[in-house]
């Protein structure tokens, strides 16, 4: 569509140039409130809506105010004719657009004015389509005569109690979606058979779908191995699940011999624990023939464990790359060529 509107009647305006326009709208009561439901094309919303009505160009108000990189992947979105935006745009009419709503004829008339409206939900969406140059109809939602209070509660109310899907859930559900990059696809099948071997280190202690106290989430787990990524996406799949199995065994089992087994879901260490993957498979590759056991795991990490505190893993703080430099150095400490240990 290429913004041809079949149920809107624009009329030129005489009040200072500005164009007026009408639209088929239903109005609805929500308890205090009453409001208008309709569609509208989104260069009529491009070209009436701010963010902030203390700016003086809303343009530079979307850009100041906004992520301008999420504008743009909506645009893009919209110009690829990838999909549909079916929620709604939440607006408050300003004074600039005199609106206007024929019980009647079940419309409602406002002013065109870059103004016109105050974007109380929805501001991303707009931004998008000020930068889109494709054209659609949108649902929006139009509350009138608000006053500042009641615009700024409302905003509240909108963006705190309306709850967004847990990052963790969409990871779970791009197979379904078929949106999965190969990386991911591999990340989720290394994941999921963590998850779902009884002979896992990680068994029991994951969470698909949610983040759970005391289990490692889908995201913390691929924010884990993700900056890893090059040392394992040479590998097949049977081989990166049985490195990296062996190697959080010794770990469970290094952690378990100073009482701190309980803390490897613990974010910070277990992200810093992955992060030292690279550097320890190579001494067991240089020492051990690239003979990934856990046995020959435990054995580095015996020098590891000899020159750091207990306390390292036990309060492991919350900078998993400021952990990762503490293991990093008491490997210096503790390696030397002839080494057998």
């Known amino acids: ?59 530079d108000g979307f850009q100041r105010l906004l992520d301008e990189k999420r504008a743009h992947e909506i645009a893009d979105y919209i110009d690829n004719g990838f999909g549909t935006i079916p929620g709604s745009i939440i607006l408050s009419a300003q004074p600039q657009a005199e609106l206007e709503y024929t019980r009647k004829s079940r419309t409602i008339k406002f002013r065109k004015t870059p103004r016109s409206f105050l974007i109380l939900d929805g501001q991303h969406r707009v931004y998008g389509f000020k930068l889109a140059k494709t054209h659609l109809r949108v649902p929006v939602v139009i509350y009138n005569k608000l006053t500042r209070a009641e615009e700024t509660r409302l905003f509240m109310d909108i963006n705190t109690k309306q709850r967004p899907v847990p990052p963790e859930l969409i990871l ?86 100073v009482s701190a087994d309980n803390n490897l879901t613990n974010p910070t260490l277990f992200k810093a624990i992955m992060l030292a993957f690279p550097t320890i498979a190579q001494r067991v590759s240089d020492r051990f023939d690239a003979d990934y056991s856990q046995k020959n795991f435990g054995k580095i990490l015996n020098s590891l464990f000899e020159n750091i505190k207990k306390n390292d893993v036990l309060k492991p703080g919350t900078s998993h790359k400021a952990l990762h430099e503490t293991f990093r150095k008491a490997l210096s400490a503790g390696f030397s060529l002839g080494k057998t240990k």
């Open 1 to 59: 569509m290429t913004g041809q509107v079949d149920d809107a009647q624009e009329n030129e305006g005489t009040d200072e140039g500005a164009e007026e326009v009408s639209y088929t709208a239903v109005l609805l009561t929500q308890g205090n409130h009453r409001f208008y439901t309709l569609a509208m094309p989104t260069d009529v919303l491009a070209e009436t809506c701010v963010v902030d009505p203390r700016v003086e160009n809303p343009i």
């Open 172 to 257: 779970d559900i791009k197979r379904l979606a078929e949106i999965e990059t190969d990386s991911e696809a591999l990340l989720r099948d290394v994941f999921d058979t963590f998850n779902k071997d009884p002979a896992s280190p990680l068994f029991g202690l994951l969470s698909p779908s949610e983040r759970k106290p005391g289990k490692i989430s889908r995201v913390t787990f691929n924010q884990s191995v993700k900056p890893i990524w090059s040392s394992l996406s040479n590998s097949d799949y049977d081989a990166i699940y049985a490195a990296l199995c062996a190697y959080l065994h010794a770990w469970t089992a290094a952690l378990k011999a």
